[in-house]
């Protein structure tokens, strides 16, 4: 079964929040469907402190998403799958440690969650699982309306995982 892509449909999530997640820059993106158009309610990053002891990082982290969540009618959450390179298995840990109190913090909201992998991303949107940077950012710019592509990156991902978040249906990922 192929991914169906989602223009305009009643029973579809209608203000998804999209992330990026990282321990130290978790990057985030709200989007609602109105009618057959996508609307950016807002985007920025929650950033936490190297320096700081793991435990105020997550609270840090948690805190700023669960504000994302409080100020939107978030209906769903779309989130990047955790993935990692054999070389880097501290990166995945601290991954897996965002990932966690993200989730936590859409699960106490009752929010599904779906997760989607980077290269399903870059192909939904651009059609290639290997796209630049650039080219997720001019894909998200034209598909969001935007005036300018979206900085920092963590941000142009976090809208780019959102919009995904609303075109799959059927086959997303589960966390």
């Known amino acids: 079964m192929g991914t169906q892509l989602v223009v305009d449909r009643p029973d579809a999530a209608q203000c998804i929040l ?23 309610l807002e985007a920025g990053v929650v950033r936490s402190r190297a320096r700081d002891p793991l435990g105020e990082r997550l609270k840090e982290l948690s805190d700023g998403v669960r504000e994302v969540i409080a100020a939107h009618p978030v209906d769903a959450v779309a989130l990047e799958q955790l993935f ?69 990156n963590d941000v142009a991902d976090a809208m780019a995982i959102a919009l995904t978040g609303h075109y799959l249906t059927g086959n997303p990922l589960s966390v």
Do not use: W
Request: with cysteine.
């Open 18 to 40: 999209g992330i990026d997640p990282g321990l130290n820059t978790t990057g985030y993106a709200v989007i609602r469907r109105s009618g057959g158009t996508l609307l950016l």
């Open 84 to 152: 990692s390179h054999y070389e880097r298995p501290r990166t995945a840990i601290l991954m897996g440690h965002a990932r966690g109190v993200i989730c936590l913090a859409a699960g106490e909201a009752g929010l599904p969650i779906s997760s989607f992998e980077p290269t399903r991303v870059k192909k939904i949107m651009t059609g290639n699982g290997r796209a630049s940077k650039t080219q997720m950012q001019q894909a998200v710019k034209l598909q969001l309306g935007l005036e300018r592509v979206p900085e920092p």
